[in-house]
């Protein structure tokens, strides 16, 4: 059982009037990282007595957000006919801490607004709600609606444009 | 991960610990001790640059065991 380091990227949000095509801040997380086809599991705190098999405190990362170093990351495109100005449903899968759980997928998130712009790496959205599910039911997250939502395009499952 | 803990010290300082909770289980945990307090010590599990998401702060009661550790990157790809 050795701990390691293991460095990611992650969708953010923004209170600012505008957004700049700045790139994704590396985050690093140290702790027991195991894989699997969902997520990548970092746990931060195990419990060795009596034995607990799901993470008592820890991260799970969509497998496509670990950072490759100077490589870039894997580029993707987006099959939606939305143009910039359109609203748009996304759905997509967040880094989701966890405590004293045996779940193995990410959150799936939920965001709706207008489509701000997209390249190769990111989506962002401006004037965005997004919810997730907690508990049997929806919360906005965050509280405070932010200005835009910047979503790294590998994490997206599903983009509709909205009527 | 940046240098946090201490401030003269050329590298992180990973340690590896173990301590007991609530109803006697026990735990154990890797990260970087960047607080030394009187009573506990306080252990970084996640940063994003030079901010800290993520720690935990131990009190000395509850460790059983602290060792000085070597944390390699990891290869998940």
């Known amino acids: 059982m050795i701990a390691k380091i293991i460095k990611y990227i992650d969708s953010y949000y923004l209170y600012t009037p505008t957004y700049s095509t700045s790139i994704f801040r590396i985050h690093e997380a140290c702790g027991y990282v195991s894989k699997d086809e969902q997520s990548v599991r970092v746990e931060f705190v195990r419990q060795i007595r009596p034995r607990f098999d799901g993470i008592v405190r820890g991260l799970l990362i969509p497998p496509s957000l670990i950072h490759k170093g100077n490589k870039k990351q894997k580029k993707t495109s987006l099959e939606c006919d939305a143009k910039q100005g359109d609203k748009i449903l996304v759905k997509w899968e967040d880094v989701t801490l966890v405590s004293y759980s045996k779940r193995r997928k990410c959150s799936l998130i939920k965001t709706v607004g207008v489509l701000e712009d997209v390249d190769s790496q990111r989506l962002i959205v401006s004037n965005p709600t997004t919810t997730k599910r907690y508990r049997n039911s929806r919360i906005e997250h965050p509280k405070k609606r932010p200005t835009f939502y910047v979503i790294p395009i590998s994490v997206i499952k599903i983009i509709k444009k909205m009527q | ?77």
């Not at chain 2, 340690?15 to 001790?33: A, N």
């Not at chain 2, 252990?43 to 000395?60: G, K, M, R, S, W």
């Open chain 2, 1 to 77: 991960m940046k240098k946090f803990y201490p401030e003269k010290n050329v590298s992180n300082i990973y340690i590896e610990v173990s301590f007991t909770g609530k109803q006697d289980r026990e735990y154990i945990c890797t990260g970087v001790l960047i607080r030394e307090m009187p009573e506990s010590i306080r252990v970084a599990f996640n940063a994003t640059e030079d901010h800290v998401t993520d720690y935990l702060d131990i009190p000395n009661s509850k460790i059983t065991s602290i060792r000085r550790v070597k944390v390699m990157q990891s290869n998940v790809k």
